[in-house]
């Protein structure tokens, strides 16, 4: 069965850091593209990084110079390094496995998705 | 600032049809934008709907469709029923690795 589980999720003082991890099974985080995606209280989705298989990676302006998405493909898991971080990232932070076409093409869509990790900056 | 829009509210009787638009501030949305739909209950993760304009996911029931009307993606429900109560997602492919969701649409059957 494909799941995504995420973890590290909690209360941090603004400024402060937190490393999320997303761990994979039934399919290969490294042979895969693999998004971050949050939500604020009460507000609509937000993108916020993406990897692909090659190592490249790409961030929403918002978190740009601040969060850093990686993954250890040994324990084939996803991670995001929030650093800096301020009251407005306070989200429910989910994972999600970017959608292949059945020509091998990226789709660009997000399936399946984790069940989300809160992070509360606050002091 | 690329903006992703969509129809705050909705609302449509049981059994009625409704769609759900998504479009662009600036420029029309295309099938190389990729459209998903996404629906989201309190509380739960978002749910696949639709994929690449008008795939829908697996398990998705066929009262759902996707399509490009004029210059946005669309999300059509028929036969609307109560737990299609929801809130309702859409995100569009920049390019460039970037992805941006639309505001979320709160789609209420009465």
């Known amino acids: 069965e494909v799941q995504l589980v995420e973890s590290g999720g909690g209360l941090v003082q603004p400024g402060g850091s937190l490393r999320l991890s997303c761990a994979a099974s039934g399919f290969s985080v490294s042979s895969n593209y693999m998004s971050w995606v949050r939500q604020a209280p009460g507000k609509g989705l937000e993108w916020v990084s993406v990897?692909?298989?090659?190592?490249?990676?790409y961030y929403a302006d918002s978190v740009k110079g601040r969060f850093t998405i990686s993954r250890d493909n040994s324990k084939n898991t996803l991670f995001l390094q929030m650093n800096s971080l301020r009251a407005e990232d306070t989200a429910v932070y989910y994972c999600?496995?970017?959608?292949?076409?059945?020509?091998?093409?990226?789709?660009?869509?997000?399936?399946?998705w984790g069940q989300g990790t809160l992070v509360t900056v606050s002091s | 600032q690329t903006v992703v829009t969509q129809e705050p509210s909705f609302s449509v009787s049981p059994g009625g049809t409704v769609t759900l638009t998504c479009g662009l501030n600036s420029g029309s949305v295309s099938t190389n934008n990729y459209p998903s739909w996404y629906q989201q209950t309190p509380g739960q993760a978002p749910r696949t709907l639709i994929y690449s304009t008008n795939t829908r996911s697996s398990g998705v029931p066929d009262r759902f469709s996707g399509s490009i009307l004029g210059n946005k993606a669309a999300l059509t429900i028929t036969g609307a029923q109560a737990d299609d109560e929801s809130d309702y997602y859409c995100v569009l492919y920049m390019g460039g690795g970037i992805w941006v969701f639309g505001g979320g649409t709160k789609l209420t059957v009465l």
């Open positions: 999600a496995r970017g959608g292949i076409l059945p020509s091998n093409q990226k789709g660009n869509w997000f399936d399946p």
């Open positions: 990897i692909y298989s090659g190592g490249s990676t």
